[in-house]
């Protein structure tokens, strides 16, 4: 069984700065690509920053320059470095990683629980 054990989120006054971790653990075989995304009511869930198994990384237009996305490969982990925060980043923030449990098993998409991160003053 594979779980994805997000932390890090919380209340930040605007400006401040946020660090999300998420660990995934369980039968692993192998992860390919990690990333972030996010939900608020009303919106459809949107990709925040994503990260491949070779560091290649992606950012949503309104994050470019102030979150940074990274990943600890030997420890199963993708971090989420979140600064200059805005009320607009207010949202339930969710890690995904694409992996396999098996050498014979397909790559599959998981997802952590969610934490909350409010921006607020």
């Known amino acids: 069984q594979v779980q994805l054990v997000e932390s890090g989120g919380g209340l930040v006054q605007p400006g401040g700065s946020l660090r999300l971790s998420c660990a995934a653990s369980?039968?692993?075989?192998?992860?390919?690509?990690m990333g972030w995304y996010r939900h608020t009511p009303g919106k459809e869930r949107e990709l925040v920053a994503s990260?491949?198994?070779?560091?290649?990384?992606n950012y949503a237009d309104s994050v470019k320059g102030r979150f940074t996305i990274s990943r600890d490969n030997a420890k199963n982990t993708v971090y989420l470095q979140m600064n200059s925060l805005k009320p607009e980043d207010t949202a339930v923030y969710y890690c995904?990683?694409?992996?396999?449990?098996?050498?014979?098993?397909?790559?599959?998409?998981?997802w952590g629980q969610g934490t909350q991160v409010t921006v607020s003053s």
């Open positions: 369980g039968s692993i075989f192998g992860i390919n690509g």
């Open positions: 995904n990683a694409d992996l396999r449990t098996t050498v014979w098993s397909p790559f599959t998409a998981y």
């Open positions: 990260i491949t198994s070779g560091g290649g990384t």
